[in-house]
Nanobody, 123 residues
Framework: QVQLVESGGGRVQTGASLRLSCAAS????????MAWFRQTPGKQREFVAG????????NYADSVKGRFTISRDTTKNTAYLQMNNLKPEDTAVYYC????????????????WGQGTQVTVSS
């Protein structure tokens, strides 16, 4: 069972940057693709970005392309989401997720989830 712990959320103003971290642990944490999703009240959790285990396959939602960068450090078993030029519409709870195999955009294919971290962007 993979355990995921996120950190790095906060409250910032429009145009600012934040970096989220997701540390994975557990006997099954290798060979997992990792992804970030976000959710606002009353809406379905949506895919933001994903990265394969080796880091060669990157996938982004159109709404964050050019502003967000996902990466991972396999030596630390940690994934990162660098968020630049933040907008009020980026306000959400951000969740880290992991699944064995390749990145997918559907949340139902992910078997491990973090507890979520709040990101609030004020105008």
């Amino acid at each position: 069972q993979v355990q995921l712990v996120e950190s790095g959320g906060g409250r910032v103003q429009t145009g600012a940057s934040l970096r989220l971290s997701c540390a994975a642990s557990g006997p099954d944490s290798n060979d997992n693709a990792m992804a970030w999703f976000r959710q606002t009240p009353g809406k379905q959790r949506e895919f933001v970005a994903g990265v394969s285990w080796a880091g060669g396959n990157l996938n982004y939602a159109d709404s964050v392309k050019g502003r967000f960068t996902i990466s991972r450090d396999t030596t630390k078993n940690t994934a990162y989401l660098q968020m630049n030029n933040l907008k009020p519409e980026d306000t959400a709870v951000y969740y880290c997720a992991a699944r064995y195999g390749q990145v997918r955009r559907d949340m139902t294919s992910y078997t491990a989830w973090g507890q979520g971290t709040q990101v609030t962007v004020s105008s």
